[in-house]
C-alpha cells in the first residue's frame, strides 16, 4: 500500500468538484470555533485548499495564511472573492516556513492523516509548533480509527445519496502499518468520478504524544466543532494544543 508521497496529488485529482463534495460539512461552526480559538490573532491553516475556511474567516476580520501542496486546489481560492487577498504557500504543510507567529494554526477535516508516515506527522506537529507565538494553540480535526468496521482488511460503504448524486467509499486497510486506502466513487448524469486517497491514520493518543513531542499540550478534546464532550462512542473529535505561553 505504501507509494512516494505527492503533496499535490489529492489536490489534483478533486480541485475542480472539491467545494461540492464537501457542501455536507459544518463550515459554519468550524469557522465560528476556530475564530474563537484564534482570539482576535491570525491564523495560518495547513492544507488551506479552496479556502472553504479561510475566505469566511478573513471575511470576519482574521489575518489568515496558508499552506498547501495543490497548486490546482490555491488557484480555486484565488477565485473567490476575497481569496486573492489571503497569502498562501504551495508546499508540504509538515516541513514548508512560512514567515510570522501565529496565533492559531488549524489542520481540519481529517488532514492530518494525508501525512504518509509518522514521522511526517510528528514533524508537522513540530512545524505547527514553530509557527506558533507563545500561548498559541493547535487545532487538530479527525476521524477516530475504527479497525473493527473492516472484514478482511476491506469495507464499502454508502456516503450519500439523492436524485442526483450517488457517492459511495471503498476502503482497504493495513493495521498493522496504520495505513488505510480509499477510493470514492460519485456517480452523476454526467458520469462516474473515482477519487482516490491514501491515510496514514492516527489514534487521539497518539497525536496526544506528537503534540507532547513538540513542546505542546493538550488544551480541549471535543467530538464536534460545537464543543460536545467526546465520549467512548465519539467516531470523530477535534483536539486543541496549546504552546505554553
Not at 482574521?62 to 498547501?68: K, L, R, T, W, Y
Not at 487538530?140 to 456516503?159: H, N, Q
Amino acid at each position: 500500500m505504501t507509494t512516494a508521497f505527492d503533496p499535490a496529488a489529492y489536490g489534483r485529482g478533486i480541485a475542480d468538484i472539491y467545494d461540492v463534495t464537501v457542501g455536507n460539512l459544518p463550515t459554519e461552526a468550524t469557522v465560528e470555533q476556530l475564530c474563537l480559538l484564534a482570539e482576535g490573532g491570525p491564523v495560518l491553516e495547513f492544507g488551506i485548499g479552496t479556502g472553504r475556511l479561510a475566505v469566511p474567516m478573513a471575511e470576519r476580520g482574521h489575518q489568515v495564511a496558508g499552506i498547501d501542496g495543490s497548486p490546482e486546489m490555491v488557484e480555486i481560492l484565488r477565485e473567490k472573492p476575497g481569496g486573492e487577498n489571503i497569502p498562501v504557500t504551495v508546499g508540504d504543510f509538515s516541513a514548508t516556513r512560512v514567515e510570522g507567529e501565529y496565533a492559531l494554526v488549524a489542520l481540519t477535516t481529517n488532514t492530518i492523516y494525508a501525512l504518509p508516515t509518522q514521522a511526517a506527522q510528528v514533524a508537522c506537529f513540530r512545524n505547527a509548533a514553530a509557527h506558533l507565538r507563545p500561548g498559541g494553540r493547535f487545532v487538530v480535526e479527525a476521524w477516530v480509527p475504527d479497525p473493527g468496521a473492516f472484514r478482511r482488511g476491506s469495507a464499502l460503504r454508502l456516503l450519500s445519496l439523492s436524485e442526483d448524486v450517488v457517492l459511495a467509499e471503498a476502503a482497504r486497510i493495513s493495521p498493522a502499518e496504520q495505513l488505510m486506502a480509499t477510493t470514492k466513487v460519485r456517480l452523476t448524469a454526467g458520469g462516474v468520478r473515482l477519487l482516490p486517497a491514501n491515510h496514514r491514520y492516527a489514534w487521539p493518543a497518539e497525536l496526544d504524544l506528537m503534540a507532547q513531542l513538540a513542546g505542546m499540550e493538550r488544551e480541549h478534546r471535543w467530538a464536534d466543532w460545537t464543543r460536545s464532550p467526546f465520549t467512548d462512542d465519539s467516531t470523530n473529535h477535534v483536539s486543541v494544543y496549546r504552546l505554553p505561553g
